[in-house]
């Protein structure tokens, strides 16, 4: 059975850096072909696509974020990691994380806020 | 950016019957593998989005057969037959084919 369950830092202030963490079991992020991405949802509206990181270690990035995200992976504690450098109030939403974008995370809620 | 246009914006259905939403690109979603990376979720509400379908026709595990995608190029469409109740909800549909990847701006599935 395959999980995932986002964490973060819940609140945080403008300009600081968001430090994600989506925790998953039921697969490998070494397995060829897998990959796990970020999708954000600020409250009432749409979804946004961010992030992906494959097996290989290859990545792509949304570049409306300009160059503010990273991503990257634990292959051996089975975690993928997202960073949001110099946040804003437009950075609130619910971020989930989802595995080749068939099995999402519950989300984890952040809050920018001075 | 390929723009994903969602069309209605809201969708008003009784139990039992049928709806059908549409989902356009900008442009043609057919990768150079040949393959049409065109997906549609549900999110129900408090919930996280759950995929229906993936590459345009495809059920994921689990999902009913009242559900049934279609299209191809830039034309897709979601049908749902036999609608219950736990079929209201947000629907999105996803592009994957082209960088970066983007969604739809939703379709509210509610009781007429």
């Known amino acids: 059975q395959v999980t995932l369950k986002e964490s973060g830092p819940g609140i945080l202030q403008p300009s600081q850096t968001l430090s994600l963490t989506c925790t998953f079991s039921?697969?490998?992020?070494?397995?060829?072909?897998?990959?796990v991405g970020w999708i954000r949802q600020p409250s009432g509206k749409g979804l946004e696509w961010l992030a992906n990181i494959w097996w290989d270690d290859d990545k792509y990035y949304n570049p409306s974020l300009k160059n503010r995200l990273t991503i990257s992976k634990d292959t051996s504690n089975n975690q993928a990691f997202l960073k949001i450098t110099n946040v804003d109030t437009a950075d609130t939403a619910t971020y989930y994380c989802?595995?080749?974008?068939?099995?999402w995370g519950q989300g984890v809620m952040v809050t920018v806020s001075s | 950016d390929v723009v994903m246009t969602q069309t209605p914006v809201s969708l008003p259905v009784s139990l039992g019957g049928q709806a059908s939403i549409s989902c356009r690109s900008s442009q043609s979603l057919v990768h150079s593998n040949g393959n049409t990376y065109l997906h549609w979720y549900l999110q129900k509400p408090g919930q996280s989005p759950q995929l229906l379908i993936y590459?345009?026709?495809n059920r994921f595990s689990g999902v009913p057969d009242r559900f049934s995608g279609s299209g191809s190029g830039t034309d897709f469409t979601l049908k749902i037959s036999r609608v219950e109740p736990e079929d209201l909800g947000d629907y999105y549909c996803?592009?994957?084919?082209?960088?970066?990847?983007?969604f739809g701006g939703g379709t509210k599935l509610e009781l007429k």
């Open positions: 996803l592009q994957s084919t082209h960088f970066p990847w983007t």
């Open positions: 590459r345009v026709s």
């Open positions: 039921g697969f490998s992020l070494s397995t060829y072909g897998m990959g």
């Open positions: 989802a595995r080749d974008l068939g099995d």
